[in-house]
């Protein structure tokens, strides 16, 4: 069996991470670079992280999909709310069998990309870590790092146990999840209060958890998540004790500004449809009324105004 | 009959604009000042109203309630974070029949203070008003100013009856309201939304209703101010209509700060408690869980943290 051969679309800190740490432990990976595609083709990739700091000193870099080759795994790092350039960036890269794996989240990615690729091989990867693009090439991993790697169809399930298997080789902590759903929802449990909340009320998840009365609340949105998702009928249902699990484990962690709070501050639009309003729509179509989810989009919705820059 | 002694306690946006109203009417007004005592003894009371500007020279101020006279009628116009003040304040004002009326937001005000005084004539008044103390001895009220009168007790609706009709001859726009509870309700089906909401989001009723997404979700609060109102059996029920009128006045209104609000950004302790959590118990206790309200609340309790100077 030929090795994998991978691509890499939207290097930042989660697609240069996952990237350069299969690049480093030998694997074929093309990277497409947006801003700092100069500045890496000259100076190479940084990655520092707890599990070792390396520099890619040759990284096979692209500036357009149109330049790159086809490839068997295609990792798509990029923010949600750029999903609509996928339809002009994946073509070229795509062979009958290439896998897609959409490092992202939120909820109803997939079904949105096959409306243009009707067949194609699709997986979730769902990155529990704390990793930016600190400047031009340069990728900053602080904390966690595990990849919860799910396949959308039964076709897809075979090429994603051996990217999981490349993964696990390069050193990173993979997990391959039975069922596409239950990853996804179960991702939310932790995204869906602590994102909305740090940027509604201008905080860290530490603050969110410390004081009494916002620790209720994360626990009541987490309740309508557990809800919602269970009622859609997911495979694997959430339990409460996942819910005191993750709030135990926000308790632990250092004050962390999560991905939608790092977006509000930077002017880059908030992933507010994938991570609220497609959850929403679909717990509601399972007869659910997620009422305080539905309040924290609102209120996003109004801090989103003119805040892109 | 005699004419009606009136006390004022609080005498600042509210109570000082009241009071102004009826003490220029000729009404017997004794006024509690607090910072501002020594500048209303030497230059008055100035209001500036679009029912017209006028001055007191002299006007009856007190320092402390200890060195004023009893007399028929108190109106409370202090924020409720300082109700506990009236267990001292009152005493020496109180006659067997006088009549307290609470200008003040919220649900549960007059049963707590029932507790320290049992046997205390009571009566809500509810102020539609947008008026505020804009420096030491003077009050600048820009718009509006119905004031809804509701007695708390049957033995209190004639002197409510008496003082409606002074406020009449003083200029005054007064509705004596047949119930209290009802009355109190209505009342927060404005405030709960537009209160708390400017505060989270830092912006004002006219920003709320003009964004689609606000707009809807202040309809959703109104909506659950009603249900749980109407749940608690209250003698003159929410309808629909009312709420589409008051959204309907807001989208007219000019751009305002509700109360708490400027509270929050003048660093001033925000009535929380009676605004948001006591209608929650009460209507919790009546089988109805608030659950957008309840969010909002503790979203509340967060922006407190530290912002009292």
């Known amino acids: 069996m030929n090795k994998l051969h991978y691509a890499v679309i939207g290097s930042g800190g989660i697609g240069g991470f996952y990237g350069g740490f299969l690049a480093k432990a030998g694997k074929q990976v093309d990277f497409l670079f947006h801003s700092d595609y100069e500045h890496v083709v000259q100076h190479g990739l940084q990655i520092d992280s707890p599990l070792g700091d390396f520099h890619l000193p040759q990284v096979s870099a692209f500036h357009s999909t149109q330049d790159m080759p086809p490839c068997d795994v295609i990792l798509v790092g990029l923010k949600t ?3 609509h350039l996928l339809k002009t960036l994946l073509p070229p890269l795509l062979k009958p069998e290439t896998l897609v794996i959409l490092i992202q989240n939120g ?3 997939e079904e949105d990309l096959l409306k243009e690729f009707p067949s194609l091989n699709l997986a979730a990867g769902l990155a529990f870590i704390c990793s930016q693009k600190s400047s031009d090439g340069h990728i900053t991993h602080l904390d966690y790092g595990k990849l919860t790697l799910a396949a959308y169809n039964q076709l897809a399930e075979p090429i994603v146990a051996r990217v ?3 993964m696990r080789q390069a050193g990173l902590e993979v997990e391959h999840a039975p069922d596409l759903a239950s990853a996804r929802w179960k991702k939310l ?5 602590f994102n909305g909340s740090t940027v509604v009320l201008d905080t860290t998840t530490k603050q969110l958890v410390d ?3 916002t620790y209720q609340l994360m626990y009541d949105l987490m309740k309508e998540v557990m809800t919602g998702a269970n009622a859609c009928g997911i ?3 959430i339990e409460e004790s996942f819910i005191q699990a993750m709030l135990e484990m926000t308790k632990k962690m250092t004050p962390y500004s999560p991905s939608m709070k790092l977006d509000y501050d930077n002017h880059r639009p908030m992933e507010i449809d994938y991570i609220y309003t497609r959850p929403l729509q679909t717990a509601q179509q399972a007869g659910v009324d997620m009422k305080k989810i539905a309040m924290l989009e ?3 919705r109004f801090k989103a105004i003119g805040t892109v820059k």
Request: cysteine-free; overall charge negative; glycine content about 4%.
């Open 107 to 109: 909820f109803g990615l």
């Open 189 to 193: 449990v932790w995204n869906v209060p």
């Open 81 to 83: 709310t750029n999903n």
């Open 211 to 213: 004081n009494p009365d």
């Open 235 to 237: 495979k694997y249902p």
């Open 164 to 166: 999981a298997e490349d």
């Open 298 to 300: 609102k209120l996003l």
